[in-house]
């Protein structure tokens, strides 16, 4: 079966300085899919995320994102493509001088016609869609916690429907709790609205609880991609260690007892 | 129904025109195009103005549909029903069906706002609380004052503790940079003195009185308060922003945590490079003054460099040079003080940096050009 491919990556190279940090990666995420890129520290999978969100050029290879060159193209264009993605940052990245309410309306101002009154309305279905209160909405990002932080991120990521979502490790620093409920929103939310998910996580239970497929980060490109199944069956040392460590274990036990 | 396609199945053909369409086939009204955030400026008040005692919407021919669309018709079904009619949605598709019902459990309940009180009441509240928050300032500047003052005897006592690199940074950053601008205010202060003075003095013929004009006003107040307000405007911001960042980013927590003193270590050597600095500030100020206005008087009035000398030392007593030189220590306390206080009220957002940052210079100015004019007034009933 021959699956849409929203984002096209090939022979990616990035380097800091001498330093190279992703060298001929190629990657193909489908349309529907949450994808999860793993790796170890440093292998660069934050710098990948910022690569096709375009904050980063790489200093080589194709970016084709929605089938449309996404490097080398107009700025007008990279702004349509932009404009369908959204980005979520690891503590939210919020405006600190902005309520979360109109943080969540800053996307919306880009779209002609839209009344103040709607934007309003449309924010607030955001944010109470991101699993946060209504009267988050007229807090400051400095009055919130971590956790209602990374919500107000996903509900400003999330504020113009766009097809691709980016989630830069979404659990991260979460009580196990707010994790879990996290992840059952992103699951949500990708089903109901058909969204496209590129997962950058360390966080084996979100990727038992959320991802289609799973992308391994190592040796400066994507080694393994595949269902959490396949990824077991791996014999990489650090895919097995990974997948099989003790934490990977209580991972894996959680979700059958669920199951 | 089968023809509906999935969301965000149809790739959009032209990101830039994206159209909603709403047509009447019979008793149903079909809507097609996009019915997305994009479209929703022009399709929500044509949705909202349909009428009728039970309407039929039929979704099969949009080609897209998001949460905003959703919202949409559920704005739409919530307007007719308070008008106690109905609305169908006719030939959804399963992601449509799922997209709907999700945004109806998302939406939020608004709790009806708070009354807002106004009146007599409320400014007077208004009042009170700022008169509290000029006392609490006063208090806390105090408190801050006492701090320095305290670890300064501590460290006196210990003086293993004392960090003079940090001291000698500070002591170049607030001091030695200043060299520059401090002198050439000075220098164009004692030019327009000399020129402003020759030109009233020359009427009376008593153009030799220029040189204790300059000198007076120079070694009295100009030399030191308006050095004061450039290292106020220069070294209070800076204090507040490099200490509020740091409180910004939890690193005084920080500090805390590991048995690191923040007043000892943030500070006592901001606070005491200033009380060094300053009066030597001054004290090139009053040089490159004096400077200024010699140059000028020769040029203007025919001075000569010796005359103006001996002129100075003859006739100005040394009172003046310490009269100004007394104020500067405490000039440089207050502009320290209110720096670091400033720096330690910065919140957790970058506003409030900038916010406390401006209201640093403007206070310690502010404080400056007061101690100023206390110290005028004690002066003046001290007959110095």
Redesign the interface.
Known sequence: MERDVVIRLRGIRTQFGTQVVHDDLNLDVY??EVLGVVGGSGTGKSVLLRCIAGLRPPQAGEISI??QDALHCSESERR?ID??MGVMFQDGALF??LTVRENVEVP?RT?????AA?RR??A??????AGL???AGDK????LSGGMRKRAGLARA????P?IVFLDEPTAGLDPIGASAFDELIY??S????LTVFLVTHDLDTLHATCDRIAVLAEKRVMYTGTMSDMLEVDHPWVHEYFHGPRARAALDTKERIA | MAEAP????Q?RTS??DPAFGLEQQGDIWALHGEL???????A?PRLLALKGDALALDLSGLTRF???GA?ALLKLREQQHAAGHDVTLHAQSA?QK??V???EQ??????APDATRHGIQHYLAVLGKAVVGVGRFLAEILAMLGVFLARLAHLARHPSQFRLTALVYHADQVGWRAVPIVSLMAFLIGVVLAFQGAVQLRQFGTEIFVVDLIAISILRELGILLTAIIVAGRTASSFTAAIGSMKMREEIDAMNTLAIDPATVLFVPRILALLITLPILGMIANVMGLFGGALMSWIELGISPAMFLTRLIEDTSMDHVLVGFVKAPVFALIIGVIGCHAGMQV?????SLGQQTSAAVVRAIFAVIVADALFSVFFAMMNI
Request: glycine letters at 12%.
């Open positions: 349309r529907g929605f089938g349509a404009q369908r600190s001088s919306m779209v002609p016609g839209l009344s709607m309305e449309l607030d279905l955001k944010i109470s869609m209160p209504y009267i400051f990002p400095s009055e999330l504020a113009l429907d097809e949500g939310l089903q109901s609205m058909g | 999935a969301i965000g199945e790739a990101s830039a997305t955030v994009r479209t929703l400026g022009a929500l998001d949460t905003s919202w992601e799922a997209l019902a999700r945004v998302a939406i939020p309940e608004v709790p919140g957790g957002n970058a506003e």
